[in-house]
């Protein structure tokens, strides 16, 4: 059951990455780097970053499609309006749907961007 995911929560021209690289948060998981930068507009925002290093086009999409749901479900939870980018580490394609959820929110909640 995924919903839409329209472009207006999602971070989609290369300045706006290099933008959460510079000015945001960063925070390092097993399997992920999850970059947070607080933003102007009304919306949080998602950007995806997944290399060939992860494994296939098939793994890649999977892990893609695991973290948008993550975002989708938990964007209401965090603390400010923010542009959340999150690029993929080697090993992440062999985590589960509830592995990925896990390690983000825990990830997310011990820094305080995420209300628990």
Request: hydrophobic share 40%.
């Amino acid at each position: 059951m995924h919903q839409n995911f329209p472009k207006l929560c999602r971070l989609r021209k290369s300045w706006e990455f290099h933008q959460v690289w510079k000015m945001g948060c960063k925070i390092h998981t097993p399997h992920f780097i999850l970059l947070l930068a607080e933003n102007s507009s009304l919306r949080c925002r998602l950007g995806l970053t997944v290399s060939r290093k992860v494994g296939n086009a098939v793994m890649r999409n999977r892990v893609k499609r695991n973290v948008r749901e993550f975002f989708r479900r938990e964007q209401s939870k965090f603390t400010n309006v923010v542009d959340f980018s999150v690029v993929a580490k080697r090993g992440a394609a062999d985590l589960s749907h509830k592995d990925i959820f896990a390690e983000l929110q825990n990830a997310l909640e011990a820094k305080g961007h995420l209300n628990g």
